[in-house]
């Protein structure tokens, strides 16, 4: 919890839990997905820092590293057909070895067919 959790009182601490629970409820109920209804979820997060709790980051950078290296056993550099490296990990970049040129590797878009 943050300091500012721990300075409030018992009943600034209760309405905020209240209207976090009734918020969850409307987003339960999907109204946050109606149209006017961002407001909604704005409020929810607003809330939850409020009350000193967060979402956790979520971290990829294994999934992407392992794409990564399936991709580039497979590709050369286009310029000077050199070996690509991964320039850091959980990065999409890779740079040539020979020609220093670098390339960023997209993901593939959802619900699109590839060419």
Request: aromatic fraction near 4%; proline fraction near 3%.
């Amino acid at each position: 919890m943050t300091s500012k959790a721990m300075t409030m009182d018992a009943a600034t601490s209760a309405r905020l839990h209240n209207q976090l629970v009734k918020l969850g409820d409307m987003m339960g109920d999907g109204l946050h997905h109606e149209p006017g209804g961002k407001w909604i979820v704005t409020e929810y997060r607003r809330t939850m820092r409020a009350l000193g709790h967060s979402l956790p980051r979520c971290n990829n950078g294994d999934a992407i590293n392992r794409a990564m290296a399936e991709r580039l056993k497979t590709m050369s550099c286009p310029k000077c057909g050199g070996a690509l490296k991964q320039t850091r990990s959980g990065s999409k970049r890779a740079k040539c070895g020979s020609c220093a040129a670098l390339f960023q590797f997209v993901r593939k878009a959802k619900g699109r067919a590839q060419a």
